[in-house]
């Protein structure tokens, strides 16, 4: 019975790790993006957000087709457009074919008397018709004559040319064998339009799997198998993201797992160590990826990145249980002695990474959520778990013979202390002289992507005459008409600045679907027949075109006057219909239109024009709106930081009452923290949030291992659990080293920079407590 | 000695048959010219053809100018890529890339004035017939989209100087475009 009562931790454990493994077992892994947008983000922040999220600059996929020769990709070119315009996952496939626009331009001449911005009562006056005549007779004798001239008999006020003005300047793409192709590379180009929003990364990764697919058929029906795809955008780049972290996750936690492994064997000579060694952190990890799906739904690849480094601190737990068990004492007693140094030393890391709880970005709340639960459930595990789990009378025999040269190495170590000095001296010389930003200051370092990939996007983007928006007017309203009509009123502005050169062109969902009121007072400007046909007579006097040549016009424009009117839903499924649906989408509060501007040259003008104080109308800088939201990410997270720092004094305060063993405490976590600073600065690096993060957590290793040295620096007396203790430190600070330091080196920026900083950082604050207190642990 | 050369060669040339290359040779060396022209259209939509008048420019070897003066002012400057047309109050640039067909039915005059085999090649499949001092270029389009609008298009002159263009347009349109040495 008292077997079974002394257990019961281990049921308890057990339970709770299975209804861990379940809620893992069903996460939902976000999209990074997410991670850093803010919770209460301002209103331009909030349109940023958007159009980051599942605006259409999120929804491009830029696809270059490289290998064999030009022809081999032209018809490649073709072939995938071909295929993929059958796909409903895409809205858009564009590879420069004309036959694509030949569909556009259909449309334009059916609806050319509901779209064109000429058609006014004054244009089919005699005195009107007889202008628009007289121009369609000079261009008929200009080169363009033969394009145009079949479009006149129908079209003589010449309002399809008008709308097609209305759309140039619009760059067009280098073409070869009448498809887009690079000027500069071997490579054709397509632009593709997910139907799915850029942060739904599963509908992102299906459209990259049939991007794949249908490439894959083409080639092989082709047989020119030397032909490569090369895949670029936003949601491409989040679908690799996701990968990447997910495969460096697991692959990291392997190696990790096998290297600690292999140090346990090696300390504890057990088997028995090793299977269990490793369940603290195992149960802290599953623990804390289970809360912040629980509390948040989705968890993001970052903070399971993130989340792995959590070995650091939770190893070390199993590190110092098993350091400190001896054949005189029974398992469950081994922590007894330093529990309360290795609690404080949980309270201080729970009050570093708590304030994170509070941020406004979910990635930094997920991360504090991560780590308080991790390392509550770690320790936990290590304390209660762990000494049901080993066998009666299981005692390391290696602790014990290491005792005495640690020991002895510490007792030397205070001889460090001049070049200490001299170091952090030297640190703080360096910081204060560094030049250059010390934070990264754009948003994309939070995704950071290898060089060779930024350099093809850049390429593709350039070859295709950069749909890379920056400015972006965004109108909203309640109704979806009277947004259009917003957007009627701007691009009537816009036009006049266009003309100003304050911009090369523009877009506009009213381009294609204008208003309904503008598209009935464009019916009624239109003619009754007998009317349009006596006018038509008068102005056609002296001139030389053949009667009844114009038949087909009063035709049409009597057939326009009782046209249906367009709406989204009859333009569905069309090109025209689908770049509309592209620039008006639908909120919670209401519908937006989205106007993107071309070659902006004064953005301030256009501001202070545009501008509404009730926000209806913003002139949207992506570049300086997400350098802004970067900002303050950063700034958040540097004063949370701080809050938890702060808090850590407090709690140090209350639990040691001595200032001056305080300060002992942080002074080695200081001169840690300040020197790996100045060493990653100098070697070129510019601080993201993972240098924080791994900041914050080798302050919270490095104080479990300052609070040891404290606790047995004012100890009375030393036994064998002091050098049990020092020993303990010694093999945890090996295997942080070890870890962090194969994480410095996976080649992933971000996993780069969190390991680096770790590795430095705690082996520095134990170096530093050792050089500190040292004489007083050996004396 | 060259000199020699060439003035053999040229006396040889006077009668015998006149290749393509030497065309292209003989109007590569014009650097620049200047003309007049009278062109005439003639259109199924129209009741009489169209007349105009006015210069022509060319410097090599991009640069083409035509500046109609009859019977309204228009200027058309090609110059690269860039094609910019001008009327009354209008201006307009175009890039040649967008439109295709004006692309390749500029470049009929422009590379036969070049003496640009390669980018005429590109566009039309052409035939070369006369003597030196009265040859005829009849230039194909290549294109499917262009054929559908020209069907074909003569170039007639003498040495390096063009004299007839006549431009044959889909459905029995046409236009004859004359042009003689003026200025410079």
Known sequence: MKGLKARWPVAVWLLFVGICILLVSRIQIGADLNAFLPATPTPAQRLLTEQLRDGMVSRLILVGIEGGTATHRAAASRELAHRLRDEPDFLIVNNGETGSLDRDQAFLVDNRYLLSSAVTPERFTPEGLRSSLENALQLLGSPAGAMVKGIIPRDPSGEVLHLLEGMSGQSQPHTEEGVWMSRENPRALLILQTAAAGYDIDAQQQAVAIINKRFAEVVQSAGVAELQLRLSGPGVFSVEARDNIESIS???????????????????????????????????????????????????????????????????????????LSPGRPASQALEKIWPTIRLGVLTTICGFAPMLLADFPGLAQLGLFSVVGLIVAVMVARWVLPNLVFAGFAPVAPTMLGSRVIALIAKAPRLRPLLLIALVAALVSIALHRGPVWSEQLASLFPLSVEKQQLDQSMRD?????????????????????????????????????????????????????????????????????????????????????DLFEPFLQQVAAARSQPLLTPESMRGTNAGLQTESLLARYDDGWRAMLPLRGVTDPDTIRKTFERADGSVVLLDMKTESDALYDSYVREAVALSIIGVLAIFILLFISLRSVRRVATVLLPLAAAVVITLAILLAGGQQLLLFHLVGMLLAVAIGTNYALFFDRESNAEKHDEDTRLTMVSLLVANVSTVMAFGMLALSGVPVLTSIGLTVALGAFLSLLFSAVLMGDRVAR | MLCTAQAIAGEAQETAFWTMDELMQEMAQVKSSSATFTERKYLAMLKEPLKSSGTLEYTAPGRFEKITLQPKRESMVLDGDRLEVENGSRKRVLSLQEFPEIWALVESIRSTLAGDMQTLARFYVFTLEGQRKHWQLKLLPRDTRMKNMVTAIEISGSDGQIVTIEIREAGGDYSVMKISKGGK
């Not at chain 1, 464009?522 to 075109?545: H, I, K, M, N, T």
């Open chain 1, 463 to 547: 070859d295709l005459g950069a749909p890379d928006v920056r400015y972006l007017i965004v109108a909203s309203s309640r109704e979806r008409d009277a947004v259009i009509e917003l957007s009627e009123a701007l691009g009537a502005q816009l036009d006049q600045m266009v003309g100003d050169a304050l911009l090369t062109g523009y877009d506009t969902p009213a381009r294609y679907l204008p208003s309904l009121k503008t598209q009935q007072a464009r019916q009624a400007a239109l003619p009754e027949e007998a009317e349009l046909r006596a006018s038509l007579r008068q102005a056609l006097v002296g001139l030389p075109f053949r009667d």
């Open chain 1, 250 to 324: 697991f692959n990291f936690s392997i190696i990790t797992a096998l290297l600690v492994s292999g140090l346990m064997l090696l300390v504890y000579r057990s088997w028995a160590v090793l299977a269990i060694s490793l369940l603290p952190v195992v149960s802290g990890a599953l623990a804390g990826i289970a809360a912040v799906s629980m509390g948040y739904g989705v968890v993001f690849g970052a903070t399971l990145g993130f989340g792995i480094t959590l070995i650091g601190e939770a190893v070390d737990y199993a590190i110092y249980f098993f350091t400190h």
